[in-house]
């Protein structure tokens, strides 16, 4: 499933661009890890039914314990034994994702574990997760695609990983333009369909047209997202 995260777009160039797995010096190391090759029985078992009935299936602790633990120890011979990182369950009853937890989570090491079937036994979140994140109010068939989701977010903020640093400071809810919504943009041609780019951005008027970036900035919030202009009162 991570073939799509890894050998395409923005993670995928920023790992074919020198930063590799397993380099301790790597700015970006990612590496994914199956619990089934961890297991102790033949048919490497990693689900079982849950104590009290109900439908579906629920991983097992051990085997996803033995996969966290051989995960330390072996950042660990990268990093002098001495390798710390948070685990993070994903979860749809977890923490909510957004730029600034990722902003955050930047400087960190961090261990995604993904969640299947009915979900994961809790005493494997008690001893061993920090923390659960969620990338939405809904439930998905497993954490896979959250932890995709959340992995290209992180990437596009490291240093060096778009073509074009400023494109991060542009985003929606990035601290340079205060948390709001990006603004329209608009390319080539000048007029489609009858609809004309606004002429401001035409000018050559730098001032004006960060003016111009900004009311709109504001306006798309109030119109798309009043919950964040909320926040700052």
Known sequence: MFFALTEHGVVGRALSAGKLPGRANSNIDFRVWNPRDFTEDKHKTVDDRPYGGGPGMLMMA???????????????????NNYRAKVVYLSPQGRKVNQTLLGAALSENIILLCGRYEGVDQRLLDAEVDEEWSIGDYVLSGGEIAAMAVVDALVRLVPGSLGNSESVNQDSFSEQIDGLLDCPHYTRPEEYSGMAVPEVLLSGDHGAIEQWRREQSLIATEIKRPDLLNKKD
């Open 62 to 80: 051990k085997p996803l314990a033995t996969t966290i633990a051989a995960i330390r120890e072996f950042r660990g011979g990268f990093d002098n």
